[in-house]
């Protein structure tokens, strides 16, 4: 089965500053989604991103605060830029498998805390 | 109304026990149905697809209700390692045609 990779797995950031999270697949995926999940909530879809255009972003984000780059079908990032605290949540990214796209199976996340 | 509800629980049951969670969906016009499994600080892992005919896997049990619409789980014999969050999943035709998330219902299987 493939493997999905996300670095970093944990950051602690200051007010202000950025985090890039990046998202690596071990095989090629045509649809990759970021989403965020805060304590005790469910996911949240941020945005859908495909390789070769623009990121799709859902209701309530905005790409100057959450930049997206998928530079090919493996690859990914997701950036929170100017952080505060409400930041403060589990960020997923996720693919959807050729010949499997009903499924979507989840990266390890990346758990941010911003003080 | 939420497009999809759950029960956040938690279900605190006992090893051996046979415990059921609901997931209630909003958009008639849903297709395709999931259950997940999240352990504490975690990645949601699929657990199963929901058929509309219903479909087990070991101790595992899921089924969808149309008319009520709805879809359930039903584990059997609890095990301690059963304990984790287990959220739904439901994806509608037309659209983006990704999946809306439930919030998850909390299991806790005791000794």
């Known amino acids: 089965s493939a493997v999905i990779s996300q670095k970093p797995s944990r950051d602690i950031c200051q007010r202000g500053t950025s985090l890039t999270i990046q998202c690596q697949v071990d095989s090629q995926v045509t649809m990759m989604f970021w989403y965020r999940q805060q304590p005790g909530q469910s996911l949240t879809l941020i945005a859908t991103a495909n390789q070769g255009s623009e990121a799709t972003y859902e209701s309530g984000f905005v790409i100057d605060k959450f930049p997206i780059s998928r530079p090919n079908l493996t690859f990914s990032t997701l950036t929170v830029s100017n952080m505060s605290p409400e930041d403060s949540s589990i960020y997923l990214c996720?693919?959807?498998?050729?010949?499997?796209?009903?499924?979507?199976?989840f990266g390890p996340g990346t758990r941010l805390t911003v003080l | 109304r939420k497009e999809v509800e759950q029960d956040p629980g938690p279900f605190n049951v006992p090893e051996g026990a046979t415990v059921a969670f609901n997931c209630t969906y909003s958009n008639s016009a849903s297709q395709s149905f999931f259950w997940y499994r999240q352990d504490c600080r975690k990645e949601p892992k699929l657990l199963m697809s929901?058929?509309?005919s219903g479909n087990e896997d070991g101790r595992f049990t899921a089924q969808l209700n149309r008319a009520s619409q709805y879809i359930s789980l039903l584990i059997r014999d609890s095990k301690l390692s059963d304990s984790a969050t287990y959220l739904c999943?439901?994806?509608?035709?037309?659209?983006?045609?990704?999946?809306?998330f439930g919030r998850g219902t909390s299991l806790i299987v005791h000794p």
């Open positions: 996720s693919v959807e498998f050729p010949g499997w796209e009903d499924t979507q199976y």
């Open positions: 999943a439901v994806r509608s035709s037309g659209g983006s045609y990704i999946p809306t």
């Open positions: 929901v058929y509309s």
